[in-house]
């Protein structure tokens, strides 16, 4: 008996953790990548939250060119209020608001994600603005051209933008480029 009323009360404590817990959420673009940048290289698209939202983590899609299987890979994340359009090239236009958390390796294989940890949780209000996904150690593997033009659940919103070879190193990048990825996250309330 005293061994049920034990399983009883980790099942209710299970219980109540779960109903408490958030639960993690992904809005994923395509991997079908037929074009990409140099390492280092900079992708732009513009997100729009329905609410806040807190980003943990992202999938990249690195060129196994600049990233083979097994190569310490990173990610640099910026933002811009309102769209990233007309800020491309204007470097204090950008806030860079998180960093990964340096534990991802590249996967290796083109149209294969590799995940990348934030550091820490990043909060992306409600609105919409311009991010910016620079490739640390890695090139990444983008779309050129789509007929999808964004890809949206019923928190997020991602609109195709575009992409250079260097951080912020053109007001004229090659657009569009579809960012091939994944984004994922909570609800922030």
């Known amino acids: 008996m ?27 673009t395509l991997y079908a990548a037929n074009n990409g940048g140099s390492s280092g290289g900079i992708v732009y698209f513009d997100i729009t939250a329905a609410s806040p939202v807190l980003i943990t983590a992202f999938d990249m899609s690195y060129d196994p060119g600049y990233a083979p299987t097994g190569q310490a890979v990173g990610l640099q994340v910026y933002t811009t209020p309102g769209t990233y359009v007309g800020v491309e090239g204007t470097a204090s236009a950008w806030t860079q608001v998180a960093v990964d958390n340096g534990t991802a390796t590249a996967a290796g294989v083109i149209n294969t994600p590799t995940n990348i940890p934030l550091a820490t949780p990043l909060l992306i209000p409600a609105g919409t603005q311009g991010m910016a996904l620079v490739a640390v150690n890695a090139g990444h593997d983008y779309t050129t051209g789509s007929a999808i033009t964004t890809y949206q659940d019923n928190f997020l919103t991602l609109t195709v933008g575009a992409a250079y070879n260097t951080p912020f190193g053109s007001t004229s990048p090659f657009s569009p480029r579809l960012w091939n990825g994944a984004i994922y996250y909570t609800p922030a309330n």
């Open 2 to 28: 005293r061994h049920l009323t034990r399983f009883a009360g980790i099942a209710c404590a299970l219980a109540l953790t779960g109903a408490t817990a958030s639960a993690q959420f992904s809005l994923q």
